[in-house]
């Protein structure tokens, strides 16, 4: 089979600037896959970089193709791979070196010498075709539809977030913030068995989302100081607002546990650490997933989460950057996709 050497892609040249324009594939070395991309989901990492050509302390160094949540189905194999072409797989963006102590000892998320698809300067899956390990993808169930397998990534980060927050059965949870990945928490953590789950936000349709969700009390935040709750067991911060997570932290019940998920700022003036010492208050972080996959894909399959709901928008390769602009121009849009394929 003659493989191809390139492939169609997105490429961002700077804030503002993509391109569709033609890529070198890497060649197929043994253990990797070749996948044909079905659908990219865009994640608030690739709006900051398409609008500011950075993320947090990464910046864009040279043109890179961004797109870390996909799916597709495996065209070409390189030797010692199990796996058989026309195979459904969702994309897990970054796997680790595999090598060092930390992924040996199964943190794989937190790899020092990690890379993740679609974090400049490593080219991502807003492409046609793209090259990945085999340890990389995870086949679909037969129950979840190839474009939904884009949201299991994202799924993935709320299956990680709700192991770190240690939510159990019984408890009460707030999560401040009903984006995508607050309200894919909420889901997870009704599978998790929380007894009751409290959403805050500043949009009420996003709110309404999470209120069709499952949420038993949501809460519009908007001009609030004080969101009058206490008791609350478990708080995950999905928002990104230091404000949020400051609001959440005088909810918790003494010895409660508050779980940073939204991407926080590189430092953040204000954290109440007397007032978390005296109550004796975890307050710990959540950075990707590290062997929650599997699980996103069982929750998937069986209806536990409704990835469907969460999809809002669909749009070609061509239109990339519109796809960026989306849920920034429309705050109705919770989750869309790129389809390279259309």
């Known amino acids: 089979m003659l493989l191809p050497d390139t492939t169609r892609a997105a490429v961002l040249h700077g804030p503002g600037d993509l391109r569709t324009e033609h890529i070198p594939l890497p060649p197929l070395g043994p253990g990797d896959v070749l996948v044909?991309?079905?659908?990219?989901?865009?994640?608030?990492?690739?709006?900051?970089?398409?609008?500011?050509?950075?993320?947090?302390?990464?910046?864009?160094?040279?043109?890179?193709?961004?797109?870390?949540?996909?799916?597709?189905?495996?065209?070409?194999?390189?030797?010692?791979?199990?796996?058989?072409?026309?195979?459904?797989?969702?994309?897990?963006?970054?796997v680790g070196c595999g090598a060092c102590p930390t992924c040996r000892s199964g943190r794989y998320n937190l790899c020092p010498n990690g890379v993740c698809l679609g974090s400049p300067p490593t080219h991502g899956a807003f492409a046609e075709s793209v090259v990945v390990p085999a340890r990389a993808v995870h086949p679909l169930p037969d129950a979840v539809p190839l474009e939904l397998g884009a949201l299991i990534e994202p799924l993935a980060v709320a299956?990680?977030?709700?192991?770190?927050?240690?939510?159990?059965?019984?408890?009460?949870v707030l999560i401040t913030g009903a984006g995508p990945i607050g309200l894919l928490v909420?889901?997870?953590?009704?599978?998790a068995g929380a007894a009751e789950v409290i959403v805050t936000d500043v949009n009420d349709a996003r709110l309404d989302r999470a209120r069709a969700f499952g949420a038993d009390v949501v809460l519009n935040t908007a001009g609030r100081e004080d969101l009058g709750l206490d008791g609350v067991d478990r708080l995950v911060e999905c928002s990104a607002h230091p404000v949020a997570l400051w609001q959440g932290l005088r909810t918790l019940r003494p010895a409660g546990r508050a779980t940073v998920v939204g991407q926080a700022g590189m430092s953040v003036d204000g954290l109440p650490l007397a007032h978390l010492q005296r109550w004796e208050i975890d307050l710990v972080t959540a950075f990707r997933y590290a062997h929650a996959f599997p699980t996103a894909l069982a929750m998937a399959a069986d209806g536990r989460v409704d990835l469907a709901g969460i999809l809002t928008g669909r749009f070609p390769l061509d239109r990339a950057a519109d796809a960026l602009r989306a849920p920034q121009q429309d705050p109705s849009h919770l989750k869309v996709v790129v389809r390279p394929g259309d």
């Open 36 to 94: 044909t991309v079905d659908a990219v989901g865009v994640c608030g990492s690739d709006m900051h970089y398409f609008a500011d050509g950075r993320n947090g302390a990464n910046t864009l160094r040279r043109p890179t193709v961004l797109g870390h949540e996909a799916a597709g189905t495996v065209a070409a194999t390189g030797s010692g791979v199990a796996l058989v072409t026309g195979t459904r797989v969702a994309v897990e963006p970054a």
């Open 159 to 172: 299956v990680w977030a709700v192991r770190r927050a240690e939510i159990g059965l019984g408890d009460r």
């Open 186 to 191: 909420l889901q997870v953590a009704r599978a």
